[in-house]
């Protein structure tokens, strides 16, 4: 599995993920929808997912709060109120979404159209008690769900070939590519060679082809 970014960032990223999200919910007095909606359209999230230090580690909550306001072109409070460490629902949210995010290496947006933020909100109840890899187990299994395509076989959708077309493109032979999209194989133990011809092939990267473990 590749993850987002380095670990070492990965407290810092959930704490400030969690206090955004209590922060625009429970002190500004939004829906958590549309907070999420806000972040997601920010360019925070691309930051976030590509393990941006400014972002994940080198801004507090509430500064990362306000960035997704201004980018959405809302009005933000004139003072910075420095929150206690409040661990709401909303908190918990967003501590639970950095984690997956990070474990998974997927885009938030992915992840939402796949498992909407009030899902996950829902699962507070009795997650919130457990180790998070737990949660993350729970959350793979709607994900797979939602999206029981491979990501190879989207992303062959998505150029237009057929398995016989990719497999010509690429070197890869029919009966390999069948067997990672019915998961007969992992596609993540595969030859460093073959994914690089496949993603070549399908003009993305080879993490873009990786399975969720």
Same mark, same amino acid.
């Given at each position: 599995?590749?993850? *987002?970014y380095d670990k070492s960032y990965l407290s810092n990223a959930q704490k400030n &993920? *969690?206090?955004m999200l209590d922060y625009l919910v429970n002190e500004l007095d939004n829906s958590i929808e549309d907070a999420w909606k806000w972040f997601l359209s920010s360019k925070a999230a691309i930051q976030f997912e590509q393990g941006d230090c400014s972002v994940i580690a080198g801004k507090s909550g509430i500064e990362l709060a306000y960035a997704v306001l201004e980018d959405a072109g809302k009005e933000r409070p004139d003072m910075i109120k420095m929150l206690p460490?409040? /661990?709401s /629902? !909303?908190?918990?949210t967003g501590w639970a979404i950095a984690y997956y995010q990070w474990e998974t290496g997927l885009p938030f947006a992915e992840i939402e159209e796949a498992i909407p933020i009030q899902e996950i909100?829902? &699962?507070? !109840?009795p997650y919130h008690e457990m180790d998070i890899r737990q949660l993350t187990d729970r959350l793979n299994e709607l994900y797979h769900e939602a999206k029981p395509d491979? /990501?190879?076989k989207t992303a062959r959708g998505i150029a237009g070939l057929s398995q016989s077309e990719l497999a010509e493109i690429s070197g890869v032979s029919v009966r390999t590519i069948q067997q990672y999209e019915q998961r007969q194989k992992s596609i993540n133990r595969a030859k460093a !060679?073959? &994914?690089?011809r496949l993603a070549r092939a399908l003009c993305c990267d080879m993490e873009d082809l990786m399975e969720m473990v």
């Open positions: 599995m590749i993850h *987002a &993920l *969690a206090c460490y409040n /661990r /629902r !909303e908190y918990w909100y829902m &699962l507070y !109840e491979t /990501r190879l !060679e073959t &994914l690089l």
